[in-house]
């Protein structure tokens, strides 16, 4: 067999993408609690997912698009001050009855426009501008924690997100899909490189990370080629917390979650795709099992959809949306945020939910109560340029 330089680099750095550190490397990690972020791409219809139901007309303004009172069988399901929650979000609900979730409404990023592309480019590298970054906000606040190990950061799936890149390495982990390449290849190519010392420390590494993750997850770590969307999400997810849960394991993960873009069919749409969120949220729940009291998983999205329907049976791009925080470190049961409401007046543009909250200000709530991170540091080198947005407070449990 003819081995190259290139195949070795490229093995080494296939193994090295899993990001599961081994226990002595993290067994001091700068900090106990474990931070999720879900990013929803595509735009999430928070009207949908978190209705109004106090709203007068809110049925006439978007019929058949979701829930628009509490009764019926896809009623919504009870939230504070008068919100519902969609009906394929039931484990969701149960813990915001638990007192282990919670909705920020009428949010949004400062973008202003519609492109997809813009807006998940300010929500990933918290700048107020498209490409005004080439690193995301969640590895510089990485980069702020004190590290007594490597890859603190960890993202679900085979790449790595804006939110996540930077400075700071960081690594990605998705259920195997290819079979194993076997201990003796494996040992052939440690012969042949061991005089390379770049590439013979970087598959030395690839195979020990490799391995310890195999020792966490077991046959969980496999998933067969074809796998439904549904049960391959719960998989990621579960694999991802157990990671997560363990005491030598990284702290942060991102998960992209997407399809969200709702223009046509959005009733069924969405409640498949809320199905998915809710069942990964339950596997993270699961997964981090006694460590889910120190958790906190926020889910956000780019920006939100118009408030009456389109001539399709969805809705266009529009501004404020809904942003969802679970966990048992959060202070849950309630619906924060302003309500701008949705009377003709009152809707940005004359079609949108105007936004009552920007997102960073619950970025930095979750970070300075979370993770420790300084407000002076939050404005100065998370998200730079936001001296004027405070962190939200309330969220967490004190």
């Known amino acids: 067999m003819a081995l190259t330089r290139r195949a070795a680099l490229a093995l080494a750095a296939a193994q090295a993408a899993t990001p599961f550190a081994a226990r002595v490397a993290l067994a001091s990690a700068p900090t106990r609690n474990r931070l999720v972020l879900v990013v929803l791409r595509g735009a999430l219809d928070g009207l ?16 058949g698009l979701g829930p628009v009172a509490q009764d019926g069988e896809d009623g919504a399901l009870l939230l504070d001050r008068g919100f519902g929650l969609h009906p394929s979000l039931p484990a969701l609900h149960a813990m915001y009855r638990a007192g282990e979730a919670s909705f920020v409404h009428a949010i949004a990023t400062p973008y202003r426009e519609r492109s997809h592309f813009d807006a998940q480019d300010i929500l990933e590298s918290g700048a107020t501008r498209a490409r005004a970054a080439t690193d995301g906000w969640l590895n510089r606040a990485i980069g702020l924690m004190p590290r ?74 496999r998933m067969a080629p074809g796998t439904r969307p549904g049960p391959a999400l719960r998989a990621m997810a579960s694999g991802v917390a157990r990671l997560l849960a363990e005491e030598g394991g990284p702290r942060i993960a991102s998960f992209d979650l997407a399809g969200w873009d709702t223009h046509a069919a959005q009733a069924q749409r969405l409640r498949q795709l809320l199905r998915g969120l809710d069942d990964l949220l339950d596997a993270l729940r699961e997964g981090l099992g006694a460590e889910w009291k120190r958790s906190v998983v926020v889910v956000a999205t780019e920006f939100g959809r118009t408030v009456r329907r389109n001539g399709t049976g969805g809705t ?16 849950g049961g309630r619906v924060h945020g302003d309500w701008p409401g949705l009377a003709p007046d009152k809707l940005l543009q004359g079609r949108d939910l105007a936004p009552a909250t ?36 309330g969220l967490l449990r004190a």
Do not use: C, N
Not at 316 to 331: I, N, W
């Open 48 to 63: 949908a997912a978190v209705p109004p139901l106090f709203e007068p007309g809110l049925g006439a303004l978007r019929p």
């Open 148 to 221: 007594q190990g490597p890859r603190l950061g960890i993202a679900a799936g085979t790449s790595v997100p804006l939110v996540l890149r930077g400075a700071v390495p960081v690594g990605s982990w998705a259920p195997q899909t290819m079979p194993d390449l076997g201990p003796d290849f494996l040992a052939l190519l440690e012969q042949v490189y061991r005089a390379d010392l770049p590439l013979a420390a970087a598959l030395a590494e690839g195979r020990r990370l490799h391995e310890t993750t195999g020792s966490v997850l077991g046959d969980d770590a």
């Open 316 to 331: 266009d791009h529009g501004t404020g949306s809904v942003a969802m925080l679970a966990g048992g470190a959060v202070a």
């Open 358 to 393: 920007d997102m960073r200000a619950l970025f930095k709530g979750v970070l300075a109560a979370h993770l420790g991170i300084s407000h002076a540091s939050l404005e100065r080198t998370v998200f730079p340029g936001s001296g004027g947005i405070r962190p939200l407070g």
